[in-house]
């Protein structure tokens, strides 16, 4: 049987994996991260903030400028991290890049009352991708707004088909404390997922779709989003599901090293080097996906050793 959770014992995470496992992560030194590449996962590491978010933000670049009108294509990209927003904007303002075919993809929004959250309310994700990104573009370069696809839950069906309408080449994302993409975030343990989560395969079969949230995320996005205040965030979320992760040709995570730990990071890139893939920790599951990329910005890996302040 596995072990009861230490955050949250009515939920799977990682606290639940066999301790082998996360011994081994935990003594993992920066040299072997960048150890851990195999074929279809991609390891890169950045020495300064600026060239960090200057190549994140050259994905959305790039994506847009492979954008034909016979073959639209785009990004799916995330809130958090997002410094590399406004300069997505300045780089298409400054080289002047028409985005007529360009999509983009949020890849999450919140969902509060039985409704998506309104884009007027400052938590709004794509409140904040209009007012960092979109906004700052140049009215004769902007996309057209039917090719910016927000989640909203009474649309999610229009959602998961845009990606077969348009190529999604990179889905860049964060991670969070629990290890989720997106909203990804490990089940509930309940019902038939008691003494087990559920198979990777099974988990993969999940499409967009509203899900409720991991306590360890209600709380992470208090602290980096929310001043602090748990009681504000919702506990319910619309993601991208692994049904539209798998459609895209590429899966980029950038870990500057505030969203997630330096234990954290550390775990999902040997679960994923090493092929083991749990649904208690959902970012391991990009494991079989054909190709990863993870980007750590030095400073930020810090260290796993016990330190007292």
Known sequence: MRKISKVAPGWWDYTTLDDEILNDAAKLTPEALQGLERPGFKISFYDTREEFFAAEAMEYIVSWLKATDNEPAGICGPIGPTEQLPIVAEMVNDLEINLKNAHFWGMDEWYLNGATMSPDNPLSFAKADMDLCFSRIDKRLRMPPENIHFLNHEKIDEYSASFDSA??????????????????????????????????????????????????????????????????????????????????????????????????????????????PDSSVPMSLLADHPDVHFHFLRSGIGTTEAEMH
């Open 167 to 276: 190529r999604c080449l990179v889905m860049q994302g964060g991670q969070g404390e629990v290890k989720h993409w997106a909203f990804n975030d490990p089940p509930k343990r309940e019902g038939k997922y008691m003494d087990t989560p559920p198979s990777p395969e099974e988990y993969r079969t999940q499409g967009a779709r509203i899900v409720d949230l991991h306590p360890m995320t209600i709380i992470q996005n208090a602290r980096t989003s929310g001043g602090g205040v748990v009681s504000a965030i919702p506990s319910q979320a619309l993601t991208v599901g692994p049904k539209e992760t798998w459609k895209a040709g590429k899966v980029s995570i950038w870990h500057p090293g505030w969203h997630d730990n330096p234990f954290g990071m550390r775990l999902t890139a040997l679960m994923i080097s090493k092929k083991i």
